[in-house]
């Protein structure tokens, strides 16, 4: 368990630099998060686009001395810095001055990208004060009404991608809006359906429980008052939630209300994939690659 990213931070250090190929790297934003990574000794960054574009950036990043990849041409770059990781030579790949949506087309590439499980995903990581535990949510970010297959999909790319990063069982919350079966809400069938797997031994090591309301998941005391016998409510590590509407407004909750920091992957390829906003913030992008570091395939 990782109590807060400061702790992620040291244990991606420890693991050593990881080198980072980035699509279209002419993005100072991006450039700036890299050399904080660097200076942290996270990572190498490998800058592949248009040259001429990247090198005064960089140098104004302090990165003059970054190994740098000619392409002028944005899709063609995602795909070289695609290929760069499927090769061996970059182990993390990070999205730069690119639309997301051929970012993506990259990493999905069948000859040339990163293709791995049958869908990707997104990995919200909440630290956020007085929980005492990193938050692990998906998905809020890709994925937009995920149906029973799906979600197991979703859920074996994060207990991958924990296992990964050290955490062998951790506790799963599959989200709903409260804990009674209903088949006139998919939700909470989809969350009988996955804990029965579990049991079944059909899913990763962890120890999920579902269909739980948020005040259940959340609070040990809340499942006590209404009678709910969990072993792992005020103890969750991943949320599973049923949709992305969910996902995205309880990160944003957490964020704007109560003070939490984000960071973010994409799950689902052979390797861990960066897709930064322009509206993350410096110490997100910071975390985001240290998260991608230290879960990077051994």
Known sequence: MYKNFDEVIAAAKQRGPQTISVAVAQDLDVLLALKAAEDQGLVKPLLVGEAAAIKPLAEKAGLAGARVVDEADQDEAARKA???????????????????????????????GLRKSKLLCHLGVFDTPGVGRLMYMSDGGMNVAPDLEAKKEILINVLATLKNMGLDKPNVAVMSHNEQVNAKMPSTTDAAALVEMGVKGELPPCVIDGPRALDVAASAEAAHHKKIDSKISGAVDVYLMPNIESGNM?????????????????????????????????????????????????
Do not use: W
Not at 88 to 111: P, T
Not at 276 to 293: H, N, Q, V, Y
């Open 250 to 298: 309880v990160g944003k909750a957490l964020i704007h209300y109560a003070g939490a920091k984000m960071a973010g992957l994409v799950l689902g390829a052979s390797h861990p994939v960066v897709l930064a906003s322009r509206s993350d913030t410096p110490e997100g992008k910071l975390c985001s690659i240290a998260l991608a570091c230290l879960s990077a395939p051994r």
């Open 82 to 112: 695609a290929e760069l990781v499927r090769t061996g030579e970059a182990q993390v790949l990070m999205k730069g001055l690119i639309n997301s949506s051929n970012f993506l087309k990259a990493v999905l590439d069948k000859e040339r």
